[in-house]
């Protein structure tokens, strides 16, 4: 039996074979060209770098980068790749004199470079030699003629893999998947985020385990521990299938205590708490299945709480036209009528592709977010007209991401204004008082908060990039991952001191990212004062049971309390702990490890 630990994705057990995905490498063979045979081949390669493109573009929102990387998105270094004249000069040269074939000198010249990067003393260098063979042997399928890498299964298995982009995850989860478990990532990257959204499985960071793992292979996938067994004894085989049994039991439990009738979900002393869904993938079945959980008593009351319009670009070429995208808004917002849907305009860059070749040292603190829009109106307010049209029912939001100073809310405001008046020329309706926040996502944000909240009607706190920038941790690294946790207490603090804020002007505040959907959390998220929760629609039943099970003003002395305290991470969470163990809330919401935790705090006390 073979044993790895890795980083837990996303909680759940889960006991089959295994499927190992793995890109066959290929390999161009070196052939002299007749004289008549130059142009054809030069017209392929310029064939190779367009499809390449265009597919590169199609799943750029989606794609995961492969962990180690500081940040720097593999497809942001493909496209970069792709748009480097010199690298595709050479090639062209290099066919035309030497009468190579395009596909010997694509794969002798990105060959070259890798070498390069491979012998680097700079780790950093070294990482970037993947994404060379990734992007060659894109070009090498086109001229080769050879098909797409396949991402499908025949039979249910848990996908395991050195690296998994989030499309593959999206085409697997088409399938009979059951988990999967990859070497690298981080427990907040794009890939263990869809895991959450798809209610499966997932271990990343395995560092390596791929290598020793083959397709069938029997393996136990604890995401609640992020262990990995492979090939597992009987008596590991038979503790987890007691463990399996326990949690289905515990599953029915929780189902038939959240009564989906109650909406809004309100704490025992009448606190209200409204409990929206984050669209995280936008697919056919990612919306029937919010749709679904947005039904109370067949009419839809729980909304999005953030639709993350980016997303929708893994489905184009490009960015989807101002038509198309009136129509897809408009179809979400008459959807969920009269529940309310949250619209974040374009959020790229960082960790998410930008279009162009274009690439940054440090794209987290680059140019992302509203930063783009506002350097980029034209697109920006075709957006925001197509937001407008889609207002028409009273039950859409807008929503800005990113934003860190006065003057950009204020310029992003100015072009809504623009927006509107174009529409109001044309004749054509929308919400006058479309209601306008922006993302809290930044400690300048939350530090501003009281000026933000005086030209807002609300705000959104995004926990996965506060977090990520108050504690400057690269939330995608799996090597400084363990350092990621958004109950450290300078992110708390900078929550309470947003929500006072907001409060005080009377203005509303939701939480959206992975706290909001952490039991050990919630008792802390609902003293704070927070309005609204936005969660995968999977987490929507426990999040709602467990407020209902909670005290308001007992949850306000718990933060007061925490917050006057000087406590480490172990010692707050403890508290929490003890907190719902307090409240017999533990054996129905935690999961087993930690459960293992407030024994362990207790023994120790």
Known sequence: MLHYKGIAANAGIVIGPAYHYNRSLLVAEDRMLEADEIAPQLEQFEYAIERSN????????????????????????????????????????????????AAYVVDS???HHQHFLQTSENPLLRERADDVEDIKQRLLRHLLEKQKWISKLDHPAIVVAEFLSPAD???????????????????????????????????????GAAAHIETDDILILDGDRGELFVAPDEDTLVRYRERLLEEQAKKKVIAAKAKESEFPARTIDERKIVVNM???????????EAELMSKVKGKAMRGLGLLRTEHFLSAYDEIPSEADQTRIYSDLANRFHPAPITIRTFDIGGDKYIGGGFREKNPFLG????????????????????????????NVKLLFPMVT????????????????????????????????????????????????????????IGTNDLTQYTLAVDRGNEFVAHLFDELHPAVLRL????????????????LCGEMAGKPIALPFIIGMGIDELSVAPNRVRMVSGLIRKLKYSETRSLVKRVLGESQSIPELKQTLFKFLHKRNLVEDFLSPVEIEMIERYGKSS
């Open 367 to 394: 140019w992302r977010g509203i930063r783009i829009s506002l350097d980029q109106p034209e697109t920006h307010v075709e957006q925001l007209r197509a937001i407008l049209r889609a207002s028409t029912g009273h």
């Open 278 to 288: 984050n669209m995280e993938l936008i697919s056919d079945e990612a919306i029937a």
């Open 495 to 510: 929550i309470a001191m947003t929500v006072r804020a907001a409060h005080a002007r009377k203005k509303t505040v939701s």
């Open 405 to 460: 100073t006065v003057d950009e809310l204020e310029r992003a405001l100015g072009y809504l204004e623009e927006a509107k008046l174009e529409l109001r020329k044309n004749g054509e309706a929308f919400d006058e008082n479309l209601p306008v926040g922006i993302m809290v996502e930044v400690p300048a944000a939350a530090l501003q908060a009281p000026a933000f909240a005086e030209r807002c009607d609300f705000l959104s």
């Open 109 to 111: 010249e990105y060959s």
């Open 54 to 101: 265009n597919e590169l573009e199609k799943i750029g929102v989606l794609a995961e980068h492969k962990a180690g990387t500081q940040g720097l998105a593999i497809f942001e270094a493909q496209h970069m790749m792709l748009a480097d004249t010199f690298v595709l000069d050479t090639i062209r040269k290099r066919i035309s004199s030497e009468k190579k074939s």
């Open 169 to 207: 995850a999206i085409l697997f989860s088409r399938h009979e998947l059951l988990g999967f478990a990859t070497d690298g990532g981080g427990s907040t990257s794009h890939v263990a985020i869809l895991a959450r959204s798809l209610g499966l499985p997932a271990i990343v960071g395995l560092r």
